[in-house]
């Protein structure tokens, strides 16, 4: 099937259907105001796809991720190339949910909207669906095929891109047969709008009937999330994170508490181990306790993981920082690498259920007693482990430190 005709027949056929008088016309808000448009019958294949279409943004930069011998500006550099309006045509087609089921019991009852040039403006997945119907039904089932032979849609007037975003916005919100943008769809789009367009915040917020404030978050857990993918070698794969919204906004929220970079970016690299395998219990819970027992987290886990050393006297020499410094990063690099994952998850659960438990635990009048005998168990198990082989590198400092733990808790009673 045409994907669409050449701009001239498409605007011959307009300008000659536009020039018969009279006719049934259809009510449509338009730039601030309702105006009747005249109702029209066109062939299913005359119409091109919008390719700046919102709902399909987020798709158009996936697919250009997988292509990376495309430019940048391949959905925008020529709009009439009937590979592009293929390529469309299939991004348009994973997006169909019920559409081919509604259509295939039901005649079209919402014409589709036109610009003067014959690009779809609102509809785009709805002309999809009567194109897939009528690709796979013109030998099985000859009736429902010439039921789409012929759509209705009217026409917009010679407009500015604003007033066609501005329509957009609007019948995005209709709650009909078209389906809600994903999240990231939504932020994709407003992005797009933003550069291209240089949209403010306000005007944006305006147009879609958002707050100001709801669309520079929206817009900056795109940023974390584009940060994401890439980090785990998947970028502008959106699908992989539709279902991880609520973990971006956790991720950006926790991240903000913390005023140290290192300690941003450790706790933002243990944030995509969770999203990519989470512990037992939902996601947003895990991320804000993660936060809240950091220091400890990252104290356990310099235990277990094995970070690469670093000497001292070359490290200031080179980048004039301490050796706290240089092993921070080092740990931050090595918390960032998706191999150590399993590791990760596991020491972040043990955390966080020993910290349950202690507060649990500090409710009881044993409490005490309680993590003393503890403390005797792991110190008696600790000799009965000692031999040639172990790490006592450290150890010294840890014997001390409990020696004077010791007195402290003796000095008390």
């Known amino acids: 099937m045409k994907l669409g005709w050449p701009l001239p027949k498409r605007k011959s056929l307009l300008q000659e259907l536009l020039a018969i008088p009279d006719g049934k016309t259809y009510p449509q808000k338009f730039q601030g105001q309702i105006q009747d448009f005249k109702l029209l019958r066109v062939p299913l294949e005359m119409p091109k796809y919008r390719l700046a279409n919102g709902r399909t943004q987020a798709a158009q930069e996936e697919y250009l991720s997988k292509e990376a011998h495309l430019p940048n500006d391949y959905f925008e550099r020529d709009l009439e190339s009937d590979e592009v309006q293929t390529i469309q045509h299939g991004l348009l087609k994973k997006m169909l949910g019920d559409l081919v089921t509604f259509f295939e019991k039901n005649i079209q009852e919402e014409p589709l909207i036109l610009s003067h040039l014959g690009f779809v403006v609102n509809g785009n997945r709805r002309l999809c669906a009567m194109r897939e119907i009528c690709s796979n039904s013109e030998e ?37 047969i078209k389906a809600d943008y994903s999240w990231v769809s939504e932020a994709c789009m407003l992005r797009k709008k933003q550069r291209v367009y240089e949209y403010s915040y306000a005007v944006l917020a305006e147009m879609y009937g958002m707050r100001e404030k709801d669309v520079e978050e929206l817009l900056d857990k795109l940023e974390h999330v584009d940060l994401y993918l890439e980090s785990r070698k998947k970028p502008k794969v959106y699908e992989e994170v539709e279902k991880a919204e609520y973990a971006f906004e956790q991720l950006r929220k926790f991240r903000a508490k913390f005023k140290d970079t290192m300690e941003k970016d450790i706790f933002t690299s243990l944030t995509y181990c969770i999203i990519d395998s989470p512990p037992s219990g939902r996601v947003y819970e895990t991320i804000p306790q993660v936060a809240e027992h950091l220091p400890k987290i990252i104290e356990r886990l310099q235990g277990e993981l094995e970070v690469a050393a670093t000497n001292e006297d070359d490290y200031e020499d080179i980048f004039g920082e301490s050796l706290d410094d240089a092993t921070l990063e080092n740990f931050a690099i090595t918390v960032s690498n998706p191999e150590k994952q399993d590791e990760i998850i596991e020491v972040i659960k043990d955390v966080i259920d020993e910290e349950k438990e202690r507060e649990k635990d500090k409710k009881s009048k044993n409490y005490v007693l309680s993590k003393v005998q503890k403390a005797n168990t792991s110190l008696s198990e600790a000799i009965v482990g000692f031999d040639k082989t172990t790490n006592t590198k450290g150890l010294s400092a840890q014997l001390d430190s409990i020696e004077s733990a010791i007195r402290k808790l003796k000095e008390m009673f």
């Open 140 to 176: 099985t089932n000859r009736e429902l095929y010439n039921r789409f032979q012929y759509v209705n849609v009217i026409v917009l007037p010679p407009c500015d891109e604003k007033d066609i975003d501005e329509l957009e916005a609007q019948l995005q919100i209709k709650k009909d």
